[in-house]
């Protein structure tokens, strides 16, 4: 089984839809992320959560939303999907340590029509 | 966040070694240097990283320019499997980790 498991893998919805993209993790980190990657560009950071109590924006927090419901889950949610959401997104995790390495999700591709 | 430049593409024979540079003049002087690389479909996947020193492990070598304002990963032998986007990272102790574009290398048979 893999350490950061993402679901649903694949996605379509209509503009204006509230969705959620979910994350858990068995490696027992204190940190996760959510980042966006388009074609032919790398990831961009929407938010990080260093511990449960802690929610921190990215480059491009705008029109999402997260939840930290756990130490193993951290949830992202669109509240009224619009087209230009439409990329692979990922979750990965980290240890609370000075060299932060991260550990990546296989990714859910989302479409908005 | 320090910039890095890297060269868009870049390719290589099977078995042969490869070097893929990264330049990161703006880096500061406790800024570490992460590499990481994305498989095709997959999510990126953690290489390397260094501070000052050459690192070797089993996946491969970077080598680190004195003035630390360059980088190089070296991989001994290209597989099929290296085929991947290469990201360059600097970035501090405890920060989060700012991705470029990166360098796809393609590997030949």
Known sequence: ?113 | DAKTTQPNSMESNEEEPVHLPCNHSTISGTDYIHWYRQLPSQGPEYVIHGLTSNVNNRMASLAIAEDRKSSTLILHRATLRDAAVYYCIPSKANSKLTFGKGITLSVRP
């Open chain 1, 1 to 113: 089984d893999a350490d950061v498991t993402q679901t649903p893998r694949n996605r379509i919805t209509k503009t204006g839809k509230r969705i959620m993209l979910e994350c858990s993790q068995t490696k027992g980190h204190d940190r996760m992320y959510w980042y966006r990657q388009d074609p032919g560009l790398g990831l961009r950071l929407i938010y990080y959560s260093f511990d449960v109590k802690d929610i921190n924006k990215g480059e491009i927090s705008d029109g999402y939303s997260v939840s930290r419901q756990a130490q193993a889950k951290f949830s992202l949610s669109l509240e009224s999907a619009i087209p230009n959401q439409t990329a692979l997104y990922f979750c990965a995790t980290s240890a609370s340590t000075t060299l932060n390495i991260q550990y990546f999700g296989a990714g859910t591709r989302l479409s908005v029509l």
